[in-house]
């Protein structure tokens, strides 16, 4: 079955810097594209980024455009959200997504998420 697992998160100073990491299995990776989420408390879940199966194609919130990049290795099945210039807003659960063909349906698969918190 479809597993994600989120790594990277942690405790860090505004405008400092952290790199979160997916990894993936159970299905075709370079076949997906990928999706990095964050929830912050009493917020809804948003959508950070998403890259193509390829990786040729990026998308941003306006939030965090210019300071965070996703990126992928499909040789190593997993996906990166590098985060700069990290302000106090950005503190959150970031989750890791997929939309994976399963029997004709696209089914969405989320990892346990790994917490940010940006704080001095």
């Known amino acids: 079955q479809v597993q994600l697992v989120e790594s990277g998160g942690g405790l860090v100073q505004p405008a400092g810097s952290l790199r979160l990491s997916c990894a993936a299995s159970g299905f075709t990776f370079s076949n997906y594209a990928m999706y990095w989420y964050r929830q912050a408390p009493g917020k809804e879940r948003e959508l950070v980024a998403s890259?193509?199966?390829?990786?040729?194609?990026?998308n941003y919130s306006d939030s965090v455009k210019g300071r965070f990049t996703i990126s992928r290795d499909n040789a190593k099945n997993a996906v990166y959200l590098q985060m700069n210039n990290l302000k106090y807003e950005d503190t959150a659960v970031y989750y890791c997504?997929?939309?994976?063909?399963?029997?004709?349906?696209?089914?969405?698969?989320w990892g346990q998420g790994t917490q940010v918190t940006v704080s001095s």
């Open positions: 997504k997929a939309l994976v063909a399963i029997r004709g349906t696209l089914v969405g698969s």
């Open positions: 890259i193509s199966n390829t990786g040729t194609i990026r």
